[in-house]
């Protein structure tokens, strides 16, 4: 089982007002940001690195790699309230406010090793 924040979410600003960064990988993402995911208001200041990958690439890698996918399921929500500008739609589900229910948010895919490997 694999869950992760869909690489739309990383195309964004910090603000999701606009569109900052492509949805396939082209190199490193390098940014300075104050505080940290579990608390944005946390007094700590860090330079990350990220990439973006698309749902084809990591897909394509678990593939090659021996696995046979199973499902892929998308969801409009995050289970964490992690992002600037979110609202809490039920209990332990968030989206950005201003965006409602327009872009996923999270995905997962679920595989098993093939049994000739």
Not at 99 to 105: H, Q, T, Y
């Amino acid at each position: 089982m694999f869950v992760e924040f869909h690489p739309v979410v990383w195309m964004f600003d910090d603000n999701f007002d606009k569109i900052g960064y492509r949805y396939f990988n082209s190199g490193a993402i390098i940014e300075t940001v104050s505080g940290t995911y579990a608390d944005k208001k946390s007094n700590i200041t860090q330079s990350c690195i990220m990439w973006n990958h698309s749902i084809s690439e990591v897909l394509n890698n678990l593939i090659k790699n021996g696995l046979e996918i199973k499902s892929l399921d998308e969801f409009d929500y995050s289970p964490y309230n992690c992002f600037n500008k979110t609202i809490e739609i039920e209990s332990k589900r968030f989206r950005i406010e201003h965006l409602d229910d327009k872009i996923p948010m999270v995905y997962s895919i679920t595989a098993r090793r093939k049994n000739n490997i």
